[in-house]
């Protein structure tokens, strides 16, 4: 099983960027995916995560009204759209399925973390 991201880059700030997440080697029926960030020195924190039918979703308090995440589950993959991305956004960002999207929320279980890719917004 692979979690594999991409989308990151280098945008000045007030610019967007698209992150996307495929998942290889089994589907994940009933699964919440999602996104964390991390920066050196810090914690992993909690961005955005959404349910299997999508019906759920929720968002840190940082990203709120600038960030969507969707997920398209015939192709297994999770995506992040940021928009107004702040120089405080820049961080490695890394995509995960839980079984539910309260342990994904909590990262109390994660079952897959992907790779991670490099966010850099610059002033």
């Known amino acids: 099983v692979q979690l594999q991201a991409s989308g990151g880059g280098l945008v000045q700030a007030g610019n967007s960027l698209r992150l996307s997440c495929a998942a290889s080697g089994r589907t994940f029926s009933g699964h919440a995916m999602g996104w964390f960030r991390q920066t050196p020195g810090k914690e992993r924190e909690f961005v955005a995560a959404i349910s299997w039918g999508g019906r759920t979703i929720f968002y840190a308090d940082s990203v709120k009204g600038r960030f969507t995440i969707s997920r398209d589950n015939v192709k297994n993959t999770v995506h992040l759209q940021m928009s107004s991305l702040k120089p405080e956004d820049t961080a490695v960002y890394y995509c995960?399925?839980?079984?539910?999207?309260?342990?994904?929320?909590?990262?109390?279980?994660?079952?897959?973390w992907g790779q991670g890719t490099q966010v850099t917004v610059s002033s």
């Open positions: 995960a399925v839980a079984p539910n999207i309260t342990l994904l929320r909590s990262q109390y279980r994660i079952d897959y």
